[in-house]
């Protein structure tokens, strides 16, 4: 009996087999675990901020400065010492606060470096100077924005860290790069020759196909011929320093004015405000100006009605050439004709040019290889091309693609207003990102800060 009831025992009775004890007991485990590892990352991040962070700068307290200073990590171990101030770092500031710029300190132009306190890292000491081009520093510092192959590659405000610091370094010429990508252009748009429509390039009787709609064609009859200067009215290389103001909240508070009037040539985008409001950013000079033929819609009544709003409008510009891309599609092309019309009824001696469509298809092209994939090129972007080919040296003013300066303080979309633009219709940090990395090769100078 004894033997048959052993027979029919529960073998499993008396251990809990993944019962409520065992499961209690993993759990334990697995929260002390999950606990440790915390506490190791944790310390390692506190460590990483400790070295990378901000400290106390009494020399700038002294020379009331009221911030701190950073370092900032660069090739090789080395550190760029920055100064910042906690209340502009990517602080929400509106207005006329936009205009605090807080960029790097200036760093000795032969390059030398002093070592950090705890004998591991070294910074690069900082002094009032600029740090000389072909210093090693600046080549590491350039190189920290080459190895950016896609804009996708950081964080916003690592590139930012990256473009500050490299805004120490002298910007020079590279003529070598320069001359390289002005044979790029040379190659597939050529806009010595085809930027504008002429009598040239489009004889009379020619089907000219638009830009978009490529299913549209139009005639070229003795009418619109007339409209059409006789050949290009510039040629290659033919002004020295060229500045092209784009109209970026960037700008805003920049005293840049005196810059930009002071270049040879300076282009616009798209007829913006340049009165004594703004004259102190933005200058005053315009050689020419682009008009985007949906302005004229909203803003003119398409000059169905009174166009003299307009012409007055164009009075701020003295006597600079204006430029409309009236072939892009057929809906642009009556509203650009107009324009030409009443300049011709009001006896203006502004000239009137019309781009053509082969070139800015061209010029799309081109920048799609560079990675700008948009529906549409910024105007901007168009005259920024243009320039590379007829100017020698090429300045870019009020460009900038996000919605903070890099020193993280909240901008408006332009210097004049905050409206946004249609979203998904250019690619405009695309645009920007190519830029720096032409300033960065001594291609273009982009000038992102306060002149001086």
């Known amino acids: 009996m004894l033997r048959r009831r052993m027979g029919y025992a529960d073998p499993t009775s008396g251990r809990d087999l993944l019962g409520n004890r065992s499961l209690c007991f993993i759990f334990i485990c697995a929260f002390g675990l999950v606990t ?27 020379r009331g400065l009221g911030g701190y200073r950073c370092y900032a990590p660069l090739n090789g171990g ?20 936009t205009g605090n710029w807080t960029g790097p300190v200036n760093f000795l132009d032969d390059g030398s470096l002093k070592p950090a306190r705890n004998g591991k890292k070294r910074y690069l000491d900082s002094y009032d100077g600029s740090y000389d081009y072909n210093s090693t520093a600046c080549k590491e510092l350039r190189q920290e924005i080459m190895d950016v192959k896609v804009l996708t590659m950081v964080k916003t405000s690592e590139l930012f860290e990256r473009w500050r610091n490299l805004q120490v370094c002298k910007w020079q010429q590279n003529m070598v790069e320069t001359n390289n990508f002005k044979m790029s252009l040379s190659r597939c748009c050529n806009a010595p020759s085809f930027l504008f429509t002429t ?4 004889p009379a009787g ?27 009215p510039y040629s290659k290389s033919q002004f020295k320093k060229c500045a092209v103001v784009g109209n970026g909240g960037i700008i805003k508070n920049s005293k840049c004015g005196k810059d930009i009037d002071s270049a040879d040539f300076v282009f616009r985008c798209n007829i913006p405000p340049i009165n004594e409001k703004y004259s102190a950013d933005v200058g005053a000079k315009t050689d020419l100006v682009t008009i985007n033929p949906s302005i004229i819609t909203e803003r003119f009544q398409k000059l169905e009605k009174w166009r003299r709003p307009f012409y007055e409008v164009l009075q701020n510009y003295e006597n600079s050439s204006v430029v409309l891309p009236a072939f892009y599609n057929t809906r642009n092309t009556d509203v650009s004709f107009r324009v030409k019309y009443m300049l011709d009824d009001f006896d203006s001696q502004r000239g009137v040019f019309f781009f053509h469509p082969q070139y800015l298809l061209n010029v799309q092209r081109f920048w799609t290889v560079q990675g700008v ?3 549409r ?11 590379m080919e007829l100017c020698e040296e090429v300045h870019l003013y009020g460009f900038w693609a996000f919605p903070m300066n890099p020193s993280g303080i909240f901008i408006t979309h332009h210097y004049y207003d905050n409206v946004k633009p249609r979203p998904g219709f250019h690619a405009m940090p695309h645009e920007i990102f190519n830029f720096m990395h032409m300033h960065t090769r001594g291609i273009l100078n982009v000038h992102s800060g306060p002149c001086t």
């Open 373 to 375: 994939r948009a529906k």
């Open 377 to 387: 090129l910024s105007s901007g972007l168009m005259l920024v091309t243009a320039a």
């Open 78 to 97: 080395l550190y760029a010492a920055i100064v910042c101030k906690p209340a502009q770092q990517f602080s929400r500031l509106k207005g006329d606060e």
């Open 206 to 232: 020619t089907k000219l196909r638009y830009e978009v709609d490529t299913s549209g064609i139009l005639p070229i009859s003795t009418e619109v011929f007339k409209m059409f200067p006789d050949d290009m």
């Open 199 to 202: 009598k040239r390039n489009t």
């Open 36 to 62: 440790l590892l915390q506490q190791i990352l944790y310390g390692k991040n506190y460590i990483k901020r400790e070295e990378m962070g901000s400290v106390p700068s009494s020399r700038g307290q002294r």
